[in-house]
């Protein structure tokens, strides 16, 4: 298919069409605001369910409950909207039934403003509101990848019975790119042999998060915690850029690796051994990986949209192999590459390269 100019969250929601979502809730937030407005048009068009909810809380339930007859459905939000979900999203966890949650990030905390920015990044990869559980987190930097992932959300939920979040911001949200929609898949036929479906001639089907017992509960969470451990093994994403000689490595992601990228290309023409490491699963986060980097760098860089919300995820991975350093802009404010660029200069000079040991296993720190 030939690609087309597409605005990202009318990108994302034709995506989530084309996909066979069967139902979508939604209630409108700013800067997400067009992929309602698409789904207004295109769900009653295909003839499945397209409904404006009172509101998020409202919107949210509605998910629970058509995720629960086994159909694919979605909403989207932005960070207070995901905020008033969180209940609803510990309801869909503890249920194990399949959804997918869109946030398009805007500034905060508060009401803030609908500027790009990267804050939600803590309510959506540590928790799905109360409870020990966590979804699954894809963070797109272009539209084709918003599209790209919005498929991929749909069908990683139905393997793994459970939430995935799409973590943009109101810059993936907004802007236009030429970009290739996936073909229609139709909506299945079929529901899961778990999905409530009616009275019908099967097994009765119970559909809930509420264990009163601590023992059934505790069962529960030991699934749940199983689950989250084949996630983690199998579902890891990430995009690595000349980092196989890096002495500097950028740990960005979304908006903020898109914008980092551009930085390490112009650190390289001056000279600079600089790479990129960009998350794409948020959870689960790539600590392994970022790990094997530390080993032989002097320096990582976390560059992030907020305050610094993903440099304990990295310090955590690369555990005191190499210093690790932030930059970010708050607000809905966006660093410019030649801001990025400032700091791997004063990193470059701040810390002496590696070295190999005598032995040539491992490295050393030349200067203590």
Do not use: C
């Amino acid at each position: 298919m030939a690609k087309e100019l597409l605005k990202g969250n009318v990108a994302i929601a034709e995506a989530a069409v084309r996909a066979g979502l069967q139902a979508y809730f939604g209630y409108p937030i700013t800067p997400q605001t067009e992929l309602l407005e698409h789904m207004s048009a295109r769900m009653p068009e295909l003839g499945r369910t397209f409904l404006q909810a009172e509101s998020e809380v409202a919107a949210i339930n509605m998910v629970y409950g058509a995720a629960s007859t086994g159909v694919r459905v979605m909403t989207s939000s932005s960070g207070p909207g995901i905020s008033l979900m969180q209940e609803g999203l510990s309801y869909i966890a503890g249920s194990e039934v399949p959804a997918v949650i869109v946030d398009i990030m805007r500034g905060g905390p508060g009401l803030g403003n609908i500027q790009p920015a990267q804050s939600d990044y803590n309510q959506i990869t540590k928790s799905a509101g109360h409870g020990d559980f966590r979804p699954i987190v894809l963070a797109p930097g272009t539209v084709q990848e918003a599209i790209d992932h919005t498929v991929l959300a749909f069908d990683l939920a139905d393997k793994y019975r459970t939430l995935v979040f799409v973590a943009g911001d109101g810059m993936i949200g907004q802007i236009m790119e030429p970009a290739e929609l996936p073909p229609m898949r139709q909506p299945a036929q079929t529901r899961p042999a778990w999905a409530l479906t009616g009275a019908d001639n099967r097994p009765k089907n119970v559909v809930s998060s509420l264990y009163l017992g601590a023992e059934k509960l505790e069962a529960l969470n030991k699934r749940l915690q199983a689950k989250l451990q084949q996630i983690k093994e199998n579902e890891v994403r990430f995009e690595a850029i000349n980092t196989a000689d890096a002495d500097i490595v950028i740990v960005a992601f979304g908006t903020a690796g898109r914008i980092a990228k551009t930085a390490v290309t112009e650190a390289r023409r001056q000279g600079l051994r600089v790479g990129l490491f960009r998350p794409v699963t948020l959870f689960p986060f790539p600590s392994s990986q970022l790990e094997k980097l530390a080993a032989r760098t002097k320096a990582m860089l976390v560059v992030e949209m907020n305050a610094g919300q993903m440099v304990d995820d990295v310090k955590l991975a690369v555990n005191g192999k190499t210093p690790v350093q932030f930059y970010g802009r708050t607000g809905g404010a966006v660093a410019l590459p030649d801001e990025i660029l400032d700091q791997i200069i004063l990193l470059d000079k701040r810390y002496p390269a590696k070295k190999a040991t005598p032995n040539g296993q491992g490295v050393v720190i030349s200067v203590a």
